[in-house]
Each structure stands twice: as C-alpha cells, then as structure tokens.
C-alpha cells in the first residue's frame, strides 16, 4: 500500500502545535512530531512506501531521520492510538 502524503498536507501538524510529544517516543529513536507521524505509518505492515510531499529542505531531512533506528511494533502503534485518541 502506498501512503501518498501521510501528514494530511500538514493536518496532522497542526494537531501536534498544543501537543507535548510523549517521553516514550525516544524508546523508538524519534525527535520531532513529523518523526513520530512517519515512523507510525512506515512501520504498519501494510505500507511499502511513504510519500510524504515535503517541500523544504528541513522537513526532508526530518523525514529522512524516521527511517533511520527502531520502528514501532504493533505494540507501540497501539499505544500511539491510544495516546492520539486521548488528547483529541
């Protein structure tokens, strides 16, 4: 499955503006809201690529990080929801 602009053409940051990003998200090598959201998607078994539209040169090199250390597992996307859910 392709996952052609997963933020929401930036949606998803806008939702993150009042969020604090949660301390467990550093169990999953990740150090920014556009990290957190990329790394959920490409970890899903489901997905086999992640297009997610950036257009400046910082955003790139964040997304770039999401592919780099660990991913999370079924466990971790569960609690994700769980921790989306509860602050909407």
């Not at 959920?40 to 910082?58: D, E, F, Q, R």
Request: hydrophobic share 40%; glycine share 6%.
């Amino acid at each position: 499955m392709l996952a052609n602009l997963p933020f929401g053409h930036s949606s998803l940051f806008r939702q993150t503006a009042e969020r604090e990003l949660p301390g467990w998200a550093a169990d999953i090598d990740v150090a920014s809201w556009g990290q957190y959201l990329l790394k959920y998607v490409i970890s899903h078994p489901a997905v086999t690529c992640a297009i997610p539209g950036s257009t400046k040169l910082n955003h790139l090199v964040d997304n770039q990080a999401a592919g780099r250390g660990r991913l999370p597992d079924a466990a971790m996307r569960r609690k994700t929801e769980e921790y989306w859910d509860r602050k909407s």
